[in-house]
Protein backbone atom coordinates (compact mmCIF):
# COMPACT_ATOMS: atom_id res chain seq x y z
CA UNK A 1 0.00 0.00 0.00
CA UNK A 2 1.25 3.64 -0.91
CA UNK A 3 1.64 5.83 1.51
CA UNK A 4 2.90 9.69 1.13
CA UNK A 5 3.20 12.61 3.83
CA UNK A 6 2.03 16.05 2.84
CA UNK A 7 2.25 19.61 5.17
CA UNK A 8 0.59 22.38 4.10
CA UNK A 9 -0.37 26.12 5.47
CA UNK A 10 -3.51 26.37 7.58
CA UNK A 11 -6.78 27.74 4.81
CA UNK A 12 -4.64 27.17 1.59
CA UNK A 13 -6.42 24.45 -0.93
CA UNK A 14 -4.91 21.02 -0.86
CA UNK A 15 -5.37 18.06 -3.35
CA UNK A 16 -5.13 14.25 -2.07
CA UNK A 17 -3.35 11.92 -4.57
CA UNK A 18 -5.35 8.28 -4.50
CA UNK A 19 -2.64 6.06 -5.83
CA UNK A 20 -5.21 3.10 -4.73
CA UNK A 21 -6.64 3.94 -8.34
CA UNK A 22 -5.29 3.00 -11.74
CA UNK A 23 -6.79 3.19 -15.14
CA UNK A 24 -8.39 -0.39 -16.48
CA UNK A 25 -11.58 -1.80 -17.19
CA UNK A 26 -14.53 -1.74 -15.02
CA UNK A 27 -16.15 0.70 -13.10
CA UNK A 28 -14.96 0.88 -9.57
CA UNK A 29 -16.16 2.13 -6.15
CA UNK A 30 -14.48 4.48 -4.41
CA UNK A 31 -14.25 5.46 -0.62
CA UNK A 32 -12.39 7.80 1.36
CA UNK A 33 -11.74 7.20 5.21
CA UNK A 34 -10.55 10.06 7.59
CA UNK A 35 -8.36 8.59 10.57
CA UNK A 36 -7.62 10.75 13.75
CA UNK A 37 -6.11 9.16 16.96
CA UNK A 38 -9.02 5.94 17.38
CA UNK A 39 -11.71 7.72 15.23
CA UNK A 40 -12.38 6.73 11.67
CA UNK A 41 -14.99 8.57 9.83
CA UNK A 42 -16.47 7.41 6.08
CA UNK A 43 -16.59 10.92 4.60
CA UNK A 44 -16.35 10.28 0.55
CA UNK A 45 -18.53 7.28 -0.28
CA UNK A 46 -21.74 6.48 -3.11
CA UNK A 47 -20.35 9.05 -5.26
CA UNK A 48 -21.19 11.90 -2.76
CA UNK A 49 -19.09 13.54 0.07
CA UNK A 50 -20.82 13.67 3.45
CA UNK A 51 -21.12 16.67 6.05
CA UNK A 52 -19.52 18.70 6.84
CA UNK A 53 -17.03 17.88 3.55
CA UNK A 54 -19.79 18.52 0.77
CA UNK A 55 -18.89 22.08 0.82
CA UNK A 56 -15.13 22.02 0.19
CA UNK A 57 -14.45 19.35 -1.09
CA UNK A 58 -14.22 17.90 -4.99
CA UNK A 59 -13.18 14.54 -6.54
CA UNK A 60 -10.12 14.93 -9.41
CA UNK A 61 -9.02 12.48 -11.66
CA UNK A 62 -6.37 11.77 -9.35
CA UNK A 63 -7.98 11.95 -5.84
CA UNK A 64 -9.81 14.68 -3.93
CA UNK A 65 -9.08 18.24 -3.81
CA UNK A 66 -9.89 20.54 -0.41
CA UNK A 67 -10.59 24.08 -0.72
CA UNK A 68 -9.28 25.17 2.58
CA UNK A 69 -8.07 23.19 5.47
CA UNK A 70 -7.82 23.77 9.28
CA UNK A 71 -5.88 22.44 12.00
CA UNK A 72 -8.43 19.84 12.31
CA UNK A 73 -7.87 18.04 9.03
CA UNK A 74 -4.84 16.95 10.26
CA UNK A 75 -4.70 13.23 10.22
CA UNK A 76 -4.55 10.16 7.84
CA UNK A 77 -6.69 10.12 4.90
CA UNK A 78 -7.65 6.55 3.41
CA UNK A 79 -8.54 5.98 -0.20
CA UNK A 80 -9.88 2.23 -1.00
CA UNK A 81 -10.50 1.49 -4.58
CA UNK A 82 -12.93 -1.86 -4.63
CA UNK A 83 -12.61 -3.34 -8.64
CA UNK A 84 -15.57 -5.82 -10.03
CA UNK A 85 -13.13 -8.83 -11.52
CA UNK A 86 -14.37 -11.89 -13.42
CA UNK A 87 -16.51 -14.61 -11.42
CA UNK A 88 -18.33 -12.14 -9.18
CA UNK A 89 -15.00 -11.49 -7.19
CA UNK A 90 -13.55 -8.07 -6.28
CA UNK A 91 -10.03 -6.40 -5.83
CA UNK A 92 -9.49 -3.89 -3.18
CA UNK A 93 -6.59 -1.61 -3.65
CA UNK A 94 -5.67 0.84 -0.58
CA UNK A 95 -3.42 3.88 -0.78
CA UNK A 96 -2.56 6.65 2.56
CA UNK A 97 -1.72 10.08 3.16
CA UNK A 98 -0.72 11.33 6.04
CA UNK A 99 -1.82 15.32 6.23
CA UNK A 100 -0.32 17.78 7.96
CA UNK A 101 -1.88 21.13 8.70
CA UNK A 102 0.31 23.87 9.55
CA UNK A 103 -1.53 26.49 11.96
CA UNK A 104 1.02 28.77 12.87
CA UNK A 105 3.92 29.42 10.75
CA UNK A 106 6.89 32.07 10.96
CA UNK A 107 8.82 33.35 7.62
CA UNK A 108 12.62 33.41 7.47
CA UNK A 109 12.46 37.23 7.46
CA UNK A 110 10.09 37.37 10.76
CA UNK A 111 12.63 35.02 12.11
CA UNK A 112 15.53 37.30 11.51
CA UNK A 113 13.78 39.96 13.32
CA UNK A 114 12.92 38.22 16.61
CA UNK A 115 16.15 36.61 16.51
CA UNK A 116 17.92 39.74 16.15
CA UNK A 117 16.07 41.40 18.72
CA UNK A 118 16.44 38.32 20.88
CA UNK A 119 12.65 39.02 22.14
CA UNK A 120 11.43 35.15 21.42
CA UNK A 121 11.58 31.97 22.85
CA UNK A 122 13.34 29.89 20.74
CA UNK A 123 13.24 26.08 20.87
CA UNK A 124 15.13 23.81 18.80
CA UNK A 125 13.59 20.49 18.53
CA UNK A 126 15.96 17.95 17.03
CA UNK A 127 18.41 15.44 18.89
CA UNK A 128 21.40 16.99 20.33
CA UNK A 129 23.84 15.24 18.10
CA UNK A 130 22.25 17.68 15.33
CA UNK A 131 22.55 21.09 17.32
CA UNK A 132 25.74 19.89 17.52
CA UNK A 133 26.10 20.62 14.34
CA UNK A 134 25.18 24.29 14.50
CA UNK A 135 21.95 26.10 15.76
CA UNK A 136 20.26 29.28 15.69
CA UNK A 137 21.66 31.94 18.23
CA UNK A 138 20.00 31.86 21.65
CA UNK A 139 17.62 28.55 21.07
CA UNK A 140 17.43 26.02 23.52
CA UNK A 141 17.32 22.41 22.69
CA UNK A 142 14.11 20.43 23.70
CA UNK A 143 14.06 17.22 21.99
CA UNK A 144 10.46 16.72 20.23
CA UNK A 145 9.71 13.51 21.81
CA UNK A 146 10.37 15.57 25.32
CA UNK A 147 8.41 18.99 24.07
CA UNK A 148 5.02 17.91 25.97
CA UNK A 149 6.64 16.81 29.00
CA UNK A 150 8.60 19.94 29.37
CA UNK A 151 5.70 22.49 28.80
CA UNK A 152 3.70 20.96 31.43
CA UNK A 153 6.58 21.04 34.20
CA UNK A 154 6.14 23.88 36.84
CA UNK A 155 7.93 26.74 35.84
CA UNK A 156 10.85 26.33 38.32
CA UNK A 157 11.59 22.54 37.16
CA UNK A 158 11.65 23.62 33.57
CA UNK A 159 14.20 26.72 34.07
CA UNK A 160 16.47 24.12 35.94
CA UNK A 161 16.42 21.69 33.29
CA UNK A 162 16.05 23.69 30.33
CA UNK A 163 18.07 27.15 31.78
CA UNK A 164 15.44 29.70 30.46
CA UNK A 165 11.68 30.84 31.87
CA UNK A 166 9.06 28.80 30.80
CA UNK A 167 7.06 30.32 28.12
CA UNK A 168 4.24 32.17 29.31
CA UNK A 169 0.29 30.28 27.58
CA UNK A 170 0.24 34.02 26.03
CA UNK A 171 3.52 34.04 24.56
CA UNK A 172 3.60 35.51 21.19
CA UNK A 173 6.66 34.84 20.20
CA UNK A 174 6.86 30.57 20.99
CA UNK A 175 8.96 29.45 18.40
CA UNK A 176 9.71 26.00 17.23
CA UNK A 177 12.15 24.70 14.98
CA UNK A 178 14.26 21.63 13.80
CA UNK A 179 15.58 20.39 10.34
CA UNK A 180 13.30 20.46 8.00
CA UNK A 181 10.16 21.63 9.86
CA UNK A 182 8.14 18.60 10.31
CA UNK A 183 9.22 18.01 13.83
CA UNK A 184 8.39 21.84 14.44
CA UNK A 185 5.15 21.69 12.90
CA UNK A 186 4.63 18.46 15.46
CA UNK A 187 6.24 20.31 18.35
CA UNK A 188 3.84 23.43 17.57
CA UNK A 189 0.52 21.25 17.67
CA UNK A 190 1.07 19.20 20.94
CA UNK A 191 2.34 23.34 22.41
CA UNK A 192 -1.42 24.31 20.89
CA UNK A 193 -2.94 21.76 21.91
CA UNK A 194 -1.67 22.01 25.59
CA UNK A 195 -2.90 25.93 25.26
CA UNK A 196 -0.06 27.71 23.86
CA UNK A 197 -2.46 29.07 21.39
CA UNK A 198 0.21 31.63 19.71
CA UNK A 199 2.99 29.37 19.05
CA UNK A 200 4.48 29.06 16.05
CA UNK A 201 6.72 26.79 13.70
CA UNK A 202 9.52 27.83 11.74
CA UNK A 203 8.66 26.44 8.75
CA UNK A 204 11.83 26.85 6.29
CA UNK A 205 13.57 25.51 10.23
CA UNK A 206 17.37 25.31 10.35
CA UNK A 207 17.82 24.13 6.89
CA UNK A 208 16.65 27.70 5.74
CA UNK A 209 18.24 29.35 7.99
CA UNK A 210 21.82 28.15 7.80
CA UNK A 211 21.51 28.40 3.54
CA UNK A 212 20.53 32.16 4.21
CA UNK A 213 22.48 33.33 6.98
CA UNK A 214 25.54 30.95 6.67
CA UNK A 215 25.39 29.33 9.92
Known amino acids: MDKQTIQVTENKPIDLPCTAYVSQSGT ?21 FTDPYKDRAQVTATGIRFTSVTRKDTGKYICEVLWPGSGGSYQLRKSEVDLIVQGNVISHKDMKVLVDSRNARIIDVRLPEEVANGHITNSVNIPVAEVEEALKMDPEAFKMKYRMDKPQMDDENLIFYCQRGRRAAQATEIAITLGYAKARNYEGSYKEWSEKEGK
Not at 39 to 48: D, G
Request: net charge positive.
Open 28 to 48: PRVEWKFEKGSSIVLFYYNSK
